[in-house]
């Protein structure tokens, strides 16, 4: 979406955001003029060529890179004027990840892992609350089990349940079902789209996949840096058919 930032609703607000890296002839411009608003309770993809600019948007977007120049607002909070101790604090208790990669330390249980945002800010780990992200991804009966005890799906579920233990603003995925295969990554995405249905979360994937994406309300498309239009409730084959336009290969 190209237009004006909407900010009544929304969760997260681009305005005009770059990215640039390097300086001089040898600059590369990642993100170039970005608007783009997220309402909340939605369910926005993203998706675009190679090196369109999907990973640093979701990077500028989540507070883990500082755009060029613009600015991002997450639930209010203008993430360009936080220093590094603000955007760690917003990070931890607002914003939700889920990667490609579950990154889960493999010492720790499954309840040990959903826990372990909060231990690191210092909060209090109410059980009841480990117990309940546990419950919503389907996992009450292996949370005393270890990372080596749970298939690809199971980690990835949680993963997810430890980016909802603090009831995040936005939660991020980066290719959230990458390395899954397809009856498992759609089962993640069913979970994700149940989670925005019923207790209004607000997700912002990055993804390659048409089918992943045609879970989402709206896919936005990226083309070198640039927002180049959206599809709102699209099918698979027709936001294939788009990608295929930009330049993409679906998979």
Not at 9 to 14: I, K, P, Q, S, W
Not at 21 to 41: F, I, M, Q
Not at 89 to 96: S, V, Y
Not at 178 to 207: I, N, Y
Request: charged letters at 20%; proline letters at 4%.
């Amino acid at each position: 979406m190209g237009g004006t930032a909407r900010t009544n609703g929304d969760a997260l607000t681009l305005r005009r955001v770059s990215r640039r890296y390097g300086s001089g002839e040898s600059a590369v411009t990642a993100l170039d003029d970005v608007t783009l608003s997220v309402p909340r309770g939605g369910f926005t993809a993203v998706m675009g060529p190679s090196g369109s600019g999907k990973s640093t948007l979701l990077q500028c977007a989540a507070g883990l890179d500082r755009p060029t120049s613009g600015s991002v607002t997450v639930g209010g909070t203008e993430l360009t004027g936080l220093n590094e101790t603000g955007l760690t604090l917003l990070r931890r208790e607002r914003i939700g990840f889920v990667f490609q990669a579950f990154n889960l330390l493999p010492s720790l249980t499954a309840e040990q892992n959903v826990a372990l945002p909060l231990r690191l800010a210092g909060r209090r780990v109410p059980r009841a609350r480990v117990r309940e992200v546990l419950q919503q991804v389907g996992l009450a009966e292996r949370a005393r089990h270890r990372p080596a005890q749970l298939s690809g799906g199971q980690q990835q579920r949680v993963a997810l349940a430890r980016a909802l233990i603090t009831r995040p603003e936005v939660l991020f995925g980066d290719e959230p079902t990458g390395a899954l295969d397809s009856r498992t990554g759609r089962e993640v995405l069913a979970l994700l789209r149940g989670m925005v249905d019923r207790e209004g979360l607000t997700v912002v994937m990055v993804t390659h996949d048409p089918v992943a994406a045609s879970r989402a309300d709206r896919v936005v498309f990226l083309v070198d840096g640039r927002v180049d239009g959206e599809l709102a409730g699209a099918g698979a084959d027709d936001i294939a058919a788009r990608m295929t336009g930009l330049g993409g290969v679906p998979c």
